[in-house]
């Protein structure tokens, strides 16, 4: 037996308090390179005990629906995931209650979209819906555990 979440379209307000949506939208924060180029200033804020670093993760891609087994959280540090590629991709955040996931909710991220997950908090593992799955990622680099992972006895099913 499963469970089954529909997974809407992601913004800043549906992720608030868990995650920050990295994109540029709006009108840019200043212009630079002569008004060629639009900066968007400071859209995340990492929070990493230790040394962070940039890394490049290739993932197999999945499809939908999905099958969620299983959610991690990283105590030590916020992890922001950001596309190197055109394709979409599942997002999956979850509150804690009692050292577990409570209530995940499930989202689509697009092309332009990065995401940066708040530290401690529950998502699913990183779930590119096309090839080559391929994202920058700045997280905690420092050595140590930081991982902590969630099994549950009955998974969710994700659907568009």
């Avoid at 530290?119 to 096309?130: A, K, T």
Wanted: hydrophobic share 40%; proline share 7%.
């Amino acid at each position: 037996m499963s469970r089954t979440l529909k997974a809407a379209p992601i913004s800043s307000d549906a992720i608030a308090g868990l995650a920050e949506l990295v994109e540029a939208s709006g009108t840019p924060d200043k212009l630079i390179n002569q008004g060629l180029c639009g900066r968007f200033h400071d859209r995340a804020t990492l929070d990493i005990a230790g040394d962070a670093g940039i890394s490049v993760f290739k993932s197999d891609s999945f499809a939908m629906p999905f099958r969620m087994e299983m959610m991690e959280r990283h105590p030590h540090g916020s992890q922001a995931f950001l596309p190197m590629q055109e394709g979409e991709y599942l997002v999956v955040l979850a509150e804690d209650r009692d050292g577990a996931p409570h209530a995940p909710r499930a989202f689509i991220a697009g092309a332009g979209q990065g995401v940066n997950i708040g530290r401690n908090v529950w998502h699913g593992v990183l779930c590119p819906l096309s090839d080559p799955g391929l994202f920058m990622v700045v997280d905690r680099v420092t050595d140590g555990p930081n991982l902590e992972e969630h099994w549950f006895d009955e998974p969710f099913v994700i659907e568009r």
